[in-house]
């Protein structure tokens, strides 16, 4: 199975780290008055790149999760020890917006260096679940189509359309299946959501 497997992997095509983070600097840039003076745009493009490091499985793990299909299998396999269902979601659309804030500090102070809009539109033909026990015990392979966007103060940083992602076999994370869905994390220790 071929694909990009994480955000980053889509947006930049598995470019070099260097020239792709040079290129975030250079769009970065564009924006102008947005990125505060005393945050130089170089921090802000590395602080970036760590933050769409984000894998496609943990993006749509949490909105599989709660598909009510999923939590109906979930509450029968509970119900009876041992049972095992393989739930089929059809063709489907996986949605997700993040806003993460990028703040950095400077001279003991914090500043807000740029709040993000990272937009996520994936396309499945079919996922296969097992679940067994109440919980999610696998996520087969899936491959899709996905159409993602960066932008900042209302203007795109970065877009890519129609390109090919790839969801791994998973395997859940440990505790309830029905948690809230997983966020991209902190690109720099004051990067938040």
């Known amino acids: 199975?071929?694909?990009?497997?994480?955000?980053?992997?889509?947006?930049?095509?598995?470019?070099?780290g260097a020239a792709a983070r040079t290129e975030l600097g250079s769009r970065l840039a564009d924006l102008g008055t947005a990125i505060p003076p005393l945050v130089p745009v170089s921090d802000i493009a590395d602080a970036l790149w760590e933050l769409i490091d984000?894998?496609?499985?943990?993006?749509?793990?949490?909105?599989?999760?709660?598909?009510?299909?999923?939590?109906?299998?979930?509450?029968?396999?509970?119900?009876?020890?041992?049972?095992?269902?393989?739930?089929r979601l059809g063709s489907h659309t996986v949605q997700v917006e993040h806003r993460p804030r990028l703040e950095f500090d400077v001279a003991g102070a914090t500043l807000p260096a740029l709040e993000l809009q990272l937009l996520i539109s994936l396309t499945f033909e079919a996922v296969v679940l097992t679940i067994a026990d109440g919980r999610i015990r696998e996520?087969?392979?899936a491959r899709g189509i996905g159409d993602l966007s960066i932008a900042a103060a209302g203007r795109p940083i970065v877009e890519r359309r129609?390109?090919?992602?790839?969801?791994?076999?998973?395997?859940?994370?440990?505790?309830?299946?029905?948690?809230?869905?997983?966020?991209?994390?902190?690109?720099?220790?004051?990067?938040?959501?």
């Not at 199975?1 to 070099?16: E, K």
């Not at 994390?185 to 990067?191: E, F, L, T, Y």
């Open 139 to 141: 996520i087969a392979p």
């Open 54 to 87: 984000l894998p496609f499985g943990d993006i749509v793990r949490g909105a599989w999760e709660r598909h009510r299909s999923i939590t109906e299998a979930e509450e029968r396999t509970s119900a009876m020890s041992g049972t095992v269902e393989r739930v």
């Open 162 to 193: 129609l390109v090919e992602v790839t969801v791994p076999a998973l395997l859940p994370s440990v505790g309830p299946s029905h948690g809230a869905p997983s966020s991209p994390g902190r690109a720099h220790s004051k990067a938040r959501e």
């Open 1 to 16: 199975m071929s694909g990009a497997t994480t955000v980053r992997d889509a947006l930049f095509g598995g470019a070099d």
